[in-house]
Nanobody, 117 residues
Framework: QVQLVESGGGLVQPGGSLRLSCTASGRFSVLEMSWYRQARGKERLLVAYISTFGGTLHYDDSVKGRFTISRDNPKATVYLQMNNLKPDDTAVYYC???????????WGQGTQVTVSS
Protein backbone atom coordinates (compact mmCIF):
# COMPACT_ATOMS: atom_id res chain seq x y z
CA GLN A 1 0.00 0.00 0.00
CA VAL A 2 1.44 3.32 -1.06
CA GLN A 3 1.81 5.96 1.62
CA LEU A 4 2.28 9.68 1.05
CA VAL A 5 4.14 12.08 3.34
CA GLU A 6 3.80 15.79 2.71
CA SER A 7 5.95 18.67 3.88
CA GLY A 8 6.62 22.33 3.18
CA GLY A 9 3.51 24.17 4.34
CA GLY A 10 3.56 27.20 6.57
CA LEU A 11 2.79 30.88 6.95
CA VAL A 12 3.90 33.26 4.21
CA GLN A 13 3.17 36.87 3.34
CA PRO A 14 1.26 37.79 0.18
CA GLY A 15 3.61 37.70 -2.79
CA GLY A 16 5.83 35.13 -1.14
CA SER A 17 6.71 31.59 -2.18
CA LEU A 18 6.53 28.10 -0.75
CA ARG A 19 7.44 24.68 -2.08
CA LEU A 20 5.41 21.66 -1.05
CA SER A 21 6.86 18.15 -1.26
CA CYS A 22 5.13 14.78 -1.21
CA THR A 23 7.20 11.62 -0.95
CA ALA A 24 5.68 8.25 -1.72
CA SER A 25 6.55 4.74 -0.65
CA GLY A 26 6.17 1.97 -3.17
CA ARG A 27 6.39 2.05 -6.95
CA PHE A 28 6.29 5.76 -7.75
CA SER A 29 6.55 5.59 -11.54
CA VAL A 30 3.06 4.09 -11.90
CA LEU A 31 1.45 6.88 -9.90
CA GLU A 32 -0.33 9.84 -11.42
CA MET A 33 0.14 12.66 -8.91
CA SER A 34 -1.99 15.65 -8.05
CA TRP A 35 -2.23 18.43 -5.50
CA TYR A 36 -5.63 19.44 -4.15
CA ARG A 37 -6.54 22.12 -1.67
CA GLN A 38 -9.41 22.66 0.71
CA ALA A 39 -10.15 26.03 2.23
CA ARG A 40 -12.09 26.21 5.49
CA GLY A 41 -15.75 25.51 4.85
CA LYS A 42 -15.25 24.73 1.16
CA GLU A 43 -14.91 21.61 -0.95
CA ARG A 44 -11.60 20.05 -1.89
CA LEU A 45 -10.50 21.18 -5.36
CA LEU A 46 -7.82 20.08 -7.82
CA VAL A 47 -4.91 22.51 -8.05
CA ALA A 48 -2.43 20.71 -10.28
CA TYR A 49 -1.85 17.33 -11.93
CA ILE A 50 1.17 15.57 -13.40
CA SER A 51 1.21 12.29 -15.31
CA THR A 52 3.44 9.33 -14.45
CA PHE A 53 6.53 10.60 -16.30
CA GLY A 54 5.65 14.28 -16.33
CA GLY A 55 4.54 14.51 -19.94
CA THR A 56 1.11 15.89 -19.12
CA LEU A 57 0.43 18.76 -16.75
CA HIS A 58 -2.81 20.43 -15.73
CA TYR A 59 -3.47 23.48 -13.58
CA ASP A 60 -6.56 25.11 -12.21
CA ASP A 61 -7.05 28.52 -13.79
CA SER A 62 -6.62 30.22 -10.42
CA VAL A 63 -2.97 29.11 -10.13
CA LYS A 64 -1.79 29.14 -13.75
CA GLY A 65 1.41 31.13 -14.12
CA ARG A 66 2.06 31.07 -10.35
CA PHE A 67 2.26 27.38 -9.39
CA THR A 68 4.42 24.67 -10.94
CA ILE A 69 4.02 20.95 -10.37
CA SER A 70 7.00 18.66 -10.98
CA ARG A 71 8.17 15.19 -10.02
CA ASP A 72 11.43 13.36 -9.43
CA ASN A 73 10.74 9.69 -10.00
CA PRO A 74 14.08 8.36 -8.60
CA LYS A 75 13.34 10.29 -5.39
CA ALA A 76 9.65 9.25 -5.45
CA THR A 77 8.68 12.84 -4.80
CA VAL A 78 6.27 15.33 -6.32
CA TYR A 79 6.63 19.05 -5.76
CA LEU A 80 4.37 22.07 -5.92
CA GLN A 81 6.26 25.32 -6.29
CA MET A 82 3.96 28.18 -5.33
CA ASN A 83 4.96 31.72 -6.22
CA ASN A 84 3.21 35.07 -5.84
CA LEU A 85 0.96 33.62 -3.17
CA LYS A 86 -2.33 35.32 -2.41
CA PRO A 87 -4.59 35.19 0.66
CA ASP A 88 -7.08 33.17 -1.43
CA ASP A 89 -4.44 30.42 -1.66
CA THR A 90 -4.85 29.77 2.07
CA ALA A 91 -5.96 26.17 2.49
CA VAL A 92 -4.94 22.69 3.51
CA TYR A 93 -3.04 21.19 0.58
CA TYR A 94 -3.34 17.47 -0.05
CA CYS A 95 -1.16 15.22 -2.15
CA UNK A 96 -3.06 12.62 -4.17
CA UNK A 97 -1.82 9.53 -5.98
CA UNK A 98 -3.68 7.39 -8.49
CA UNK A 99 -2.12 3.99 -9.09
CA UNK A 100 -2.42 3.22 -12.81
CA UNK A 101 -1.80 -0.49 -12.23
CA UNK A 102 -3.79 -1.23 -9.05
CA UNK A 103 -6.48 1.37 -9.84
CA UNK A 104 -6.37 2.71 -6.29
CA UNK A 105 -6.27 6.23 -4.95
CA UNK A 106 -4.28 7.44 -1.96
CA TRP A 107 -4.30 10.74 -0.07
CA GLY A 108 -1.65 12.42 2.02
CA GLN A 109 -2.37 13.82 5.46
CA GLY A 110 -2.50 17.42 4.27
CA THR A 111 -0.31 20.43 5.00
CA GLN A 112 -1.56 23.88 5.96
CA VAL A 113 -0.63 26.87 3.82
CA THR A 114 -1.56 30.27 5.21
CA VAL A 115 -1.02 33.46 3.22
CA SER A 116 -1.37 36.50 5.43
CA SER A 117 0.36 39.74 6.29
Amino acid sequence: QVQLVESGGGLVQPGGSLRLSCTASGRFSVLEMSWYRQARGKERLLVAYISTFGGTLHYDDSVKGRFTISRDNPKATVYLQMNNLKPDDTAVYYCNARDTVQYTEIWGQGTQVTVSS
